[in-house]
């Protein structure tokens, strides 16, 4: 258990992610949350990162840093993604095993698991066939960041586990028009078009694609519940073992947001993995559930989007 006084890292405080899970340290009583921007600390200079853990040396360390994006993003910046990914995630994990931290949790993406994997996806399906090409590079990052925690663990006797989460979604999230995740860019493509009057929002693929979603709260509440009631070389699935349709989602969104218009489907744009859909039996076994129903997950995040308009900017 980490004690309330530790010296707590959170890589990408900034984040979605890496800011919920300040928010659930915080709100549990954690009072020694060191973080650093990345005008501070750039993730993916080695020798900056070695001097900032040889100076702060950190007892835990969550590594929420990533540069991420959706489909358009990562069809992009193959090699950007690739790159950034895999330095900043060994920078940190190697730094920290060179300074002694107790414990490190890496936090990757379903997406790393294969394409046609067996649904829902159990934390063994693991580089047991072909990846989804859409994310390809993202994932061979994340992938390695998995891998090397638990090799690092193999070799050496760390504490070094991993967490794979669902689709994520709320406050602080990317609501960019084309390098955003699906949720957001409905919420901010519903938002335009009704503040717009447009008649119809048109919308990637066939709507027929099968998702889950986690509200990004709840995976923080996770995260610091398993550092301090896991450890393992094998990774633990974050979801709710809930799906629906994309189509599904867009009409909670239209409605959330109040969009009344059509909405239209592109086939010409790419569906993405057919389904993703997590076994979270796991985490439940060891005593966690997920809190946010999905219609509520998105009224909080479209309620943040509309108090922080410059996110949409991003």
């Known amino acids: 258990m980490m004690e309330k006084s530790a010296k707590i890292y959170v890589a990408g405080h900034r984040g979605m992610v890496g800011s919920a899970i300040c928010r659930e340290l915080t709100r549990q009583g954690y009072t020694n949350i060191i973080t650093r921007t990345h005008h501070e600390l750039d993730l993916t200079r080695q020798e900056a990162v070695e001097q900032f853990f040889a100076t702060e040396r950190p007892e835990y360390v969550f590594v929420a840093a990533a540069k991420v994006g959706g489909i358009q993003a990562n069809a992009e910046a193959l090699a950007d993604f690739m790159y950034e990914n895999m330095t900043l995630e060994m920078n940190v994990i190697h730094s920290a095993w060179q300074n002694g931290c107790k414990k490190l949790e890496f936090l990757g993406s379903s997406c790393i698991y ?9 934390e063994d399906c693991l580089l047991t066939s072909a990846l989804e090409k859409t994310y390809e590079a993202y994932v061979l990052a994340k992938i390695s960041g998995r891998k090397y925690c638990e090799f690092l663990n193999r070799q050496y006797g760390t504490d070094y586990i991993s967490v794979m989460p669902t689709n994520l979604y709320g406050p602080n999230d990317n609501y960019h028009p084309t390098h ?3 949720l957001p860019a409905l919420i901010r493509r519903f938002h335009e078009a009704k ?6 929002v048109t919308c990637w693929g066939d709507g027929s694609p099968l998702r889950e979603f986690l509200y990004v709260d709840d995976l923080a509440n996770l995260c610091v ?7 393992g070389n094998e990774t633990v699935n974050a979801g709710t073992g809930k799906e629906l349709t994309i189509k599904e989602l867009t009409e909670k969104v ?6 009344t218009g059509k909405i239209l489907w592109d086939p010409s744009k790419p569906n993405g993995t057919p389904r993703k859909l997590l076994d979270v039996s796991k985490a439940e076994r060891l005593g966690w559930h997920y809190k946010t129903e999905l219609e509520e997950g998105i009224r909080l995040t479209y309620q943040d989007f509309l108090e922080n308009p410059m996110r949409a900017e991003r």
Do not use: E, T
């Not at 294969?114 to 159990?122: D, I, S």
């Open 254 to 259: 239209a409605k959330v947001v109040g969009y």
């Open 114 to 122: 294969p394409r046609l994997a067996p649904q829902p996806m159990r």
């Open 180 to 182: 955003s995740h699906v």
């Open 225 to 231: 519940f398993l550092m301090n009631n896991y450890s």
């Open 195 to 200: 503040v717009a009057g447009a008649p119809s």
